[in-house]
């Protein structure tokens, strides 16, 4: 059976490649999922270092002179899993900067230690661990979408199973104390935000307990479950 988790970083457009989070990201994410060698789309193995990572995002920035910054995207050498794991920064406006890393096959899931690390490496406003079954039931693409045809700020659509948003995130839901009282198994301040783990083991999307968990988070902070596209 597929996991089909994603585990990802969004920030801000600040006109910044963002090489040290980067190069952090990447060895995190090599030692959580324990590859040996990330490899490029080319098939050429690919070294974590500040320097490897500054020369790809500059070679990926004049390919492609009308999307400002640069993207990386690598896959594990060894091919024993599909993992796939990317990074497009240094946009100047608009499009917010990502890092993400999708493990559709790995089990378990890594342990949680890595990816708040990441966050604690990198700094991001949002982060998730999220599965990409329970994004379509709650129809995730269609709520982002509405979000962004009204003009309404980055801030998460849905709650999902490890969720991280830094102080200013956390104050368009009525402020970090607020988040606080967020009814999950374990919410807690951290690096500049909140971090809310909904369940203690691996969000389950077809679990009617953990979804009714995750329900009362998204309630609690005034998300509809049940979501109507606007006309």
């Not at 990441?118 to 990409?132: K, L």
């Amino acid at each position: 059976m597929l996991n089909r988790y994603k585990f990802s970083m969004r920030f801000p457009p600040e006109a910044n490649l963002r090489v040290e989070e980067v190069a952090s990201f990447l060895g995190l994410m090599q030692q959580a999922f324990r590859v040996t060698n990330w490899r490029t789309g080319r098939d050429e193995v690919f070294e974590v270092s500040t320097k490897t990572v500054s020369r790809y995002l500059d070679e990926e920035g004049r390919i492609r002179p009308s999307s400002p910054g640069g993207i990386i995207t690598l896959g594990p050498v060894e091919g024993s899993y599909p993992i796939m794991i990317s990074a497009s920064t240094g946009s100047s406006e608009y499009v917010w900067d990502f890092m993400w890393v999708d493990f559709h096959a790995t089990d378990p899931v890594p342990d949680l230690s890595y990816f708040r690390r990441c966050i604690e490496s990198c700094r991001p406003t949002v982060a998730e661990i999220s599965h990409s079954d329970n994004l379509e039931t709650l129809r995730f693409s269609d709520r982002a979408y509405d979000q962004g045809r009204k003009g309404v700020s980055k801030r998460p659509v849905i709650i999902n199973w490890f969720h991280y948003f830094n102080t200013q995130m956390a104050d368009t839901f009525g402020g970090v104390a607020h988040c606080m009282e967020i009814p999950a198994y374990k919410v807690e301040h951290f690096c500049d935000g909140i971090l809310i783990q909904l369940t203690p083991e691996a969000f389950n999307p077809t679990s009617e307990t953990d979804l009714a968990t995750q329900r009362n988070a998204m309630d609690f902070l005034g998300l509809p479950w049940d979501f109507k596209k606007e006309a």
